[in-house]
């Protein structure tokens, strides 16, 4: 019962990854008894459940969600907002307004307009109906300030961190607030736009080298640099 | 190429193009090559040069299109007007047309459609320079584009053709060749499944020959998969070495 591979190999789709007693975990599939990768990205065998950790894949939506979406239509009693997912999301009037919605009195567009950007929660999905979103929960609704950012969705948990390090890090250098939408779209609101860009560039770093170790110090120490460069610019 | 050689292939076993019967042309891959696309790939196979952009898995437009039990798959392959000596109009050819069904074909037993119902996925092959075997080429891009793309894959597909000039089987076909052969075979594999997605076959073969062009084919294959994968490898082994320096 022999496995293919070494821990965190890097395997592409079709990949051979183990034989026999096996079960495919995340990113695999099993054929007779042999296991293979779906995906490109690094394989890990876990007591005998064989995992690939994807560089690259898409959001995928989950019931519970938080994610930052952009409406894409206002319809007659709800809106339709693209989560960067699959399938687009839609949002009732009545979750919004919290009171009964009646069309003759309420105007949708001048609750939320197409080109708006929310963050909601996914409150139901599954494979026969498209997702639907609520914003009914404290720190969600309409973004009015910040900027927006994408990183490919399977590295929110490297942005994250270990028990949230890596976010808290670059919270606590930049002094921004940051939302990490599961599907991809990350919020940053600073004090102003360079506290914001240099969050900004920090959560691009960890895009590019997820993949690789002892990334948290390195994104500290990126951190401390860049600021102290600010402060020296500053004081010139 | 206005007038037809006398021969093909020389008594030593050496093509026009200098090529021995078994011997590819030389090829040479990128991936994530499109930054508006959700996965890209580039190929040069010899003289072709063939780009591939994907979208998706994204809703489906126009939506009457969608399956309620699994993901489609579409394919556009498209000519450049100046990939061929005369212009080609740039509207689809009949030619075209088909070739989009033969790779969308090739490409679908690959990905999981089941997984992602009522969505959809555009593959969209644009063919900058054309030089016979472009179907082949074509599939091996795409296939490897739509892996960069994130969509979850049974193995990657890659195409390879063999064919018959003069008396002799060789692999791998280009232009000349193509027009003035006696066959020519396009297989698509999955090399780790052992699973062939596409066989053609344009002209005629005796049995025994056929089956030497296939098998023929099938390496040429394999030779290519160890390229396609390596490809794809070097996108991320990049970066790693630039971040652990």
């Keep these: 019962m022999p496995t293919y591979f070494e821990k965190k190999q890097l395997v592409t789709p079709g990949e051979l990854l183990a034989e026999g007693d096996y079960v495919a975990g995340e990113n695999s599939y099993m054929e007779g008894n042999k296991i293979y990768a779906q995906r490109i990205g690094l394989a890990d065998a876990e007591n005998k459940k064989v995992n690939v950790v994807a560089l690259r894949a898409f959001y995928v939506p989950k019931t519970g969600d938080i994610v930052i979406g952009t409406v894409i239509e206002v319809g007659f009693n709800g809106w339709t907002v693209d989560i960067k997912a699959p399938y687009t999301a839609l949002l009732r009037a009545s979750d919004v307004l919290s009171r009964p919605f009646k069309p003759q009195n309420d105007e949708l567009s001048q609750v939320l307009n197409a080109g708006d950007l929310i963050v909601a929660k996914i409150a139901s999905y599954d494979r026969a109906h498209d997702p639907q979103l609520t914003v009914g929960e404290p720190g969600l609704g309409k973004i009015t300030r910040g900027q927006i950012m994408r990183v490919t969705p399977t590295k929110i948990p490297r942005v994250i961190g270990k028990k949230g390090s890596m976010i808290s890090t670059i919270k606590q250098e930049t002094g921004c607030q940051i939302i990490l939408g599961v599907n991809g779209v990350v919020l940053v609101t600073g004090k102003n736009v360079e506290d914001e860009e240099l969050a900004m560039m920090a959560i691009q770093k960890i895009e590019a080298e997820s993949h690789t170790s002892g990334l948290t110090d390195r994104i500290t120490q990126l951190l401390k640099e860049e600021k102290s460069k600010r402060e020296e610019k500053k004081n010139e | ?245």
Excluded: W
């Design chain 2, 1 to 245: 190429m206005s007038e037809k050689p006398e021969k093909l292939i020389d008594k030593k076993g050496i093509r026009l193009d200098g090529r021995k019967t078994d011997e590819l042309r030389p090829l040479k891959l990128e991936v994530g090559v499109l930054g508006n696309a959700d996965g890209s790939a580039y190929i040069e196979h010899g003289k072709n040069k063939i780009i591939v952009g994907v979208f998706g898995p994204r809703e489906m437009h126009p939506k009457h299109l969608s399956q309620n039990d699994r993901m489609v798959l579409r394919c556009r392959y498209h000519m450049a007007p100046f990939s061929v000596q005369e212009r080609k109009s740039p509207a689809p050819s009949r030619r075209e047309v088909e070739l989009s069904k033969v790779i969308r074909e090739a490409l679908e037993p690959s990905v999981f459609v089941d997984l992602y119902p009522r969505a959809g996925i555009d593959v969209f092959v644009e063919v900058l320079q054309a030089d016979g075997g472009t179907r082949c080429a074509a599939i091996t891009a795409a296939s490897l584009a739509i892996a960069d793309a994130g969509i979850p894959l049974r193995d990657l597909v890659v195409g390879c053709a063999a064919g018959k000039i003069d008396d002799t089987v060789v692999l791998d076909l280009y232009d000349a060749e193509d027009k003035l052969g006696a066959a020519d075979v396009p297989v698509a594999i999955m090399p780790n499944l052992n699973a062939v997605t596409l066989l053609q076959m344009d002209g005629i073969l005796t049995p025994a020959e056929f089956e030497t062009a296939v098998s023929m084919a099938v390496e040429g294959c394999k030779k290519i998969y160890a390229i396609q994968k390596e490809a794809l490898r070097t996108k991320y082994m990049t970066v790693k070495e630039e971040a652990e320096e």
